[in-house]
């Protein structure tokens, strides 16, 4: 079992940033590819990105690449979510999510564990 939580949501300008974290729990992180979704009301969980287990391999939806940077601190149990240049449209839930499984992957089904979210509110 993976219990996850996220942090570092919040409030902030078109064009500014923010840092998420997600802090596991258990022995077996490393072991763990991890993902970030995000889900707007209305709309369907959707993949902003994705990191193996040792970091090696990243990847990022279309719509937030260049933007955003996936990072994992295994000694930590931590995975981080930098987004900069934030946009309006960015506005959602995230939520961070654990795949057993060596090849990133891009669905919501493919995640066995999952945080609770954190929300994070873009001003125009």
């Known amino acids: 079992q993976v219990q996850l939580v996220e942090s570092g949501g919040g409030l902030v300008q078109a064009g500014g940033s923010l840092r998420l974290s997600c802090a596991a729990s258990g022995r077996t992180f490393s072991s763990y590819a991890m993902g970030w979704f995000r889900q707007a009301p209305g709309k369907e969980r959707e993949f902003v990105a994705a990191?193996?287990?040792?970091?090696?391999?990243?990847h990022y939806a279309d719509s937030v690449k260049g933007r955003f940077t996936i990072s994992r601190d295994n000694a930590k149990n931590t995975v981080y979510l930098q987004m900069n240049s934030l946009k309006p449209e960015d506005t959602a839930v995230y939520y961070c999510a654990a795949d057993q499984a060596i090849v990133v992957r891009r669905t919501p089904s493919s995640y066995d564990y999952w945080g609770q979210g954190t929300q994070v509110t873009v001003s125009s």
């Open positions: 990191i193996s287990s040792i970091g090696g391999n990243t």
